[in-house]
């Protein structure tokens, strides 16, 4: 299985961008998967979940800005983010379970196979 994620950059606040997440040899669609971010000096966050059965989990801090969503027919996991903070900055994580439901909280110990990472940076 090989995660990849794209579509990082540096923005504004307030602006939006939207990460991709493509794998190879998992579908997406049959299992839960998650996205992840990390800042330099933080734990990694679990940032928002979405099951086989499209339940959604998102933190408390981007609930309302961020949605997860999932292409069925590219096997490609999304994440748009509206209302950019710089406190969004990190490095953001695709990351892929090995069951069908996502844990009520979205920890990093529950997923299997992760991506390399791609960068977002936010400026005041």
């Known amino acids: 299985v090989q995660v990849e994620e794209s579509g990082g950059g540096s923005v504004q606040a307030g602006g939006s961008l939207r990460l991709s997440c493509a794998a190879s040899g998992y579908t997406y669609s049959s299992y839960c998967m998650a996205w992840f971010r990390q800042a330099p000096g933080k734990e990694r966050e679990g940032v928002a979940s979405i099951d086989s059965d499209d339940s959604i989990i998102y933190a408390d801090s981007v609930k309302g800005r961020f949605t997860i969503s999932k292409d069925h027919a590219k096997n490609t996991l999304y994440l748009q983010m509206n209302s950019l903070k710089p406190e969004d900055t990190a490095m953001y994580y695709c990351?892929?379970?090995?069951?069908?439901?996502?844990?009520?909280?979205?920890?990093?110990?529950?997923?299997?196979?992760w991506g390399q990472g791609t960068q977002v940076t936010v400026s005041s």
């Open positions: 990351a892929a379970a090995g069951s069908s439901w996502c844990a009520p909280v979205i920890e990093a110990n529950e997923y299997n196979y």
